[in-house]
């Protein structure tokens, strides 16, 4: 579609992170509409999809109000840093947006067990949430359009990075088979060490930041994630380019590390001994 949300990026990027993978099929159920497709809860999805059926089973999956982004001002909730939804449109407001909102892919921890997901916000709560920042639109700054693919992009990020985090946890599939994204917080400015030793090397600094905390079935489970501006928007309204990596806040973490990066050397030397031979 080209880069035609430069300038809405610009006053979003430190709101939202602006980041579906190939094997998207093995984490929804089967013929789930995929996500970059359009809002989840289009279209007529298939019985077996648990969030939509119009006969609920014993334990209807509830969608929590919330999304994985930080927003500043006012009252938050602790485990998602979010105000109270706000879905009335501002003072002065140019053009009316859209409140529907999509359901993601990422399930969230409960105490009770049941089966819940976020939910992304809306265009109207997403302005709002940008007034509250201290952006103030003017003329030719953002168009309704813009807004409808910054919600894209929005959302299609915190899916891959979603998608990030289960490739790690596929490391403890035997151990939990069902990890659940349980609170979240935004730290722009609080560079992780890893992007300020890359930063030291010559390569840009990320324009974004995010720790999530994942529950692996009664385990707590941080992950870093660095945003970097990944250029043009490509047609599933991916924008970044994401460093998704546990925390080395265990020796857990710092094991998992370490494999993924010796896996990560061997294959590189595989591959090269492959193009020599070839």
């Given amino acids: 579609m080209g880069n035609t949300v430069s300038a809405a990026e610009k006053v979003a990027s430190n709101i939202v992170p602006s980041s579906l993978l190939k094997d998207e099929a093995t984490t929804l159920p089967k013929g ?37 982004v930080k927003h500043d001002g006012g009252e938050v909730n602790p485990l998602n840093m979010m105000p109270p939804a706000n879905q009335n449109p501002s003072p002065g407001q140019p053009f009316p947006l859209p409140t529907d909102r999509q359901v993601s892919s990422i399930p969230k921890a409960t105490e009770d067990g ?23 639109w003017e003329k030719d700054d953002i168009a309704q359009k813009d807004m409808d693919d910054i919600i894209k992009i929005h959302n ?48 840009e600094l990320p324009f974004d930041r995010h720790d ?34 546990p925390a080395m806040d265990s020796f857990d973490s710092v094991w998992d ?19 020599l031979t070839n």
């Fill in 32 to 68: 789930h509409p995929h996500i970059g497709d359009g809002p989840v809860m289009a279209g007529n999805p298939p019985p077996e999809c648990p969030m939509h059926q119009k006969q609920p089973p014993k334990e209807q999956p509830v969608l929590v109000s919330e999304c994985p």
């Fill in 114 to 136: 049941k089966r819940e997901f976020w939910v992304y916000p809306s265009q109207q709560m997403f302005w709002n949430a940008m007034l509250r920042k201290g952006w103030r």
């Fill in 156 to 203: 299609a990020n915190n899916e891959q990075a979603w998608q990030e985090v289960l490739k790690w946890e596929a490391l403890h599939a035997r151990e939990c088979g069902n990890p659940r994204l349980k609170s979240f917080g935004g730290k722009a400015t609080d560079y992780s060490p890893r992007a300020k030793i890359r930063n030291m090397m010559g390569y």
């Fill in 212 to 245: 999530w905390i994942v529950d692996r079935c009664g385990k707590d489970v941080r992950y870093i994630i660095d945003y970097y501006d990944g250029g043009m928007v490509d047609e599933k309204y991916k924008f970044a380019l994401l460093d998704v990596r």
């Fill in 257 to 275: 590390r370490m494999k993924v990066a010796y896996m990560r050397w061997k294959f590189e030397i595989e591959d090269k001994l492959k193009e």
